[in-house]
Structures are given as structure tokens and as C-alpha cells.
């Protein structure tokens, strides 16, 4: 089975220049680590051959929600050589039940989402090609394009099935497809759960003094958030209500967790040094 897949969805930052963030005058400098990106390939295009159908079809998804599966045909014969290049089930087995029609494992792919998708839902389409059987026994091709509605708060790892979907093999209902939710790496996010952390570079002088500062927001936005605390190595700020959706639980959000990473000088004069100890020799 071939599958290509088309997405309709918000991304609401893809922002590749690595250069730091300006800080308006009356806030201090600081750093939103960048987390090291990873790139994923993309789903192949596919060949469509001279006799094909077009259908569409659309998910109504969960952590795993099947559709209906299609009736099977049982006067079909012939021999069926599958090209399907999709990963399949480890288990190899096929079930058989009353009807002595056999059920062969599901087909298994990842659909990639980035943090924004996930935070704020999107749609993304799928077009496949798979193998069907006509009454004579021969093999045609046939194109449907499938719709998945990405809901805010889905996880890595939810399931989406699509019963039906695959190649028809003679004396066996077609394939399941089902796609499994991988996520992309953010720049600036990583995410726990319905809880994000961000990793934010802030200069020693300012952590003993303290300041305000711009965290930046998975919606691209900024808020100011004031530092009275002394600002020590592995502190940490809790941001509510600005992590992901939580998807059993519609209107709440999990929390925004700040890590700060305090930077400190390379180089000190001696008269520096000098007052350093001095000034916390006295504190």
C-alpha cells in the first residue's frame, strides 16, 4: 500500500533562525534554550495506476476509535500479490471466525504532529492507494483519501483505525489501517505529559538582583514575568494554566515549568574577585 500524506493543519511557529530573541528596553536578557531539532521523512507520493476509484473518508478519533469495517466480498478468487511496503503487526497470524473468512494483522503507520498540532488541533489528510479484488478474480487499484481530525491534547502514541482501509487478499477481509501519533521536537519546548518545560539562560547579576523577563509561549506569544527570588542553579517557575490541553478534562491545561540556567562570567578582574568575596563574605 502506498500512502501519501497531505496535512491541513496550524503550525503556528516554524521558526529556523537561531539568533537570540531582542528583549524590549526594561527587561533583562534572556535565553530560551534551543532543543536540539530532529527531522522526519515524509511520506512517499502514490503511483497511480491506469484503473483506480477515489473515495474519501474521515476519522473520528480517540485513543483509538475504529470506523466501520466494509463488508467482505466472498465470491472473489485469484491469487493477490500484495505490494504494500506498510509496517505491519509483529504478529504475523491470521484469525478466521465463523464465516471461515480469515483477518489478516493491521498495517501500522506513524503520523507526525508537531507540539502546535497537538496543543491546538488540526486536520491532516491522507491519500492511500491499496489492492482490491474485482469478481473476476483479478486486481485493481484504488485511491481513498482519509481524514484524520487531530483533537487538542491527543498524546504520542494515540491510535487511530481505520477498519477496512488495507489490501483484500482473496478469502480474507481487507486490511485495518492504523496510525499511530509520533511528535515532532520543538525549538523551545519539550513536553511532560500535559505539562511543558522550557529552558531559559539567565546572567548571574540578574539572578542575585533580580528582573523581569520574556518567556515566549507555544502560541508564538510573550508574557513578562517578574523575578524577586534569588535565581540559583536548577530553579524552577511554575507557569499555570500555559502547558497542553488535557484531553479528558476539555478547558484545562496542564502548567508551563521554567528551568533556569544562570550563566556565569568567564573572566573576573582581581579588584572583581576582591569584591565579590567582600560582598558575600557580608551577606
Known amino acids: 500500500m502506498d500512502v501519501l500524506l497531505q496535512i491541513d493543519g496550524r503550525d503556528l511557529r516554524n521558526n529556523d533562525d537561531d539568533s ?24 512517499n507520493s502514490a503511483s497511480r495506476n491506469e484503473s483506480r476509484k477515489t473515495n474519501t473518508t474521515s476519522s473520528k478519533s480517540d485513543d483509538f476509535m475504529p470506523t466501520p469495517p466494509s463488508p467482505p466480498s466472498l465470491n472473489r478468487s485469484g491469487h493477490l500479490n500484495s505490494r504494500n511496503a506498510s509496517h505491519r503487526s509483529n504478529n504475523p497470524i491470521m484469525y478466521s471466525n465463523s464465516s471461515g473468512m480469515l483477518k489478516p494483522p493491521p498495517i501500522e503507520k506513524k503520523l507526525e504532529c508537531t507540539l502546535e498540532d497537538l496543543c491546538y488541533g488540526c486536520k491532516k489528510k491522507i491519500m492511500i492507494t491499496r489492492d482490491v479484488l474485482t469478481d473476476t478474480g483479478g486486481i485493481v487499484q484504488e485511491e481513498e483519501m482519509l481524514t484524520i481530525n487531530v483533537q487538542p491534547g491527543w498524546k504520542k502514541g494515540t491510535k487511530i483505525k481505520f477498519e477496512g482501509k488495507g489490501n483484500e487478499r482473496p478469502g ?23 505539562d511543558l518545560e522550557l529552558s531559559v539562560e539567565i546572567p548571574l547579576v540578574k539572578a542575585l538582583t533580580g528582573c523581569t ?69 557580608d551577606s
Open 172 to 194: 480474507a477481509y481487507r486490511e485495518d489501517i492504523i496510525f499511530i501519533i509520533s511528535e515532532k521536537r520543538h525549538q523551545l519546548f519539550r513536553r511532560d505529559g500535559d
Open 20 to 43: 537570540p530573541m531582542r528583549i524590549p528596553s526594561g527587561c533583562c536578557l534572556c535565553r530560551p534554550r534551543k532543543l536540539n531539532g530532529s527531522s522526519f521523512p515524509s511520506m
Open 213 to 281: 523577563i520574556l518567556v515566549p509561549l507555544l502560541d508564538g506569544e510573550h508574557m513578562n514575568l517578574k523575578l524577586d527570588n534569588i535565581i540559583h542553579p536548577g530553579y524552577e517557575k511554575i507557569i499555570p494554566d500555559q502547558g497542553m490541553p488535557i484531553s479528558r478534562e476539555p478547558g484545562k491545561r496542564g502548567n508551563l515549568k521554567i528551568k533556569f540556567l544562570v550563566e556565569f562570567p568567564t573572566h573576573l578582574t582581581h579588584d572583581q574577585r576582591s569584591e565579590v568575596v567582600r560582598i558575600l563574605h
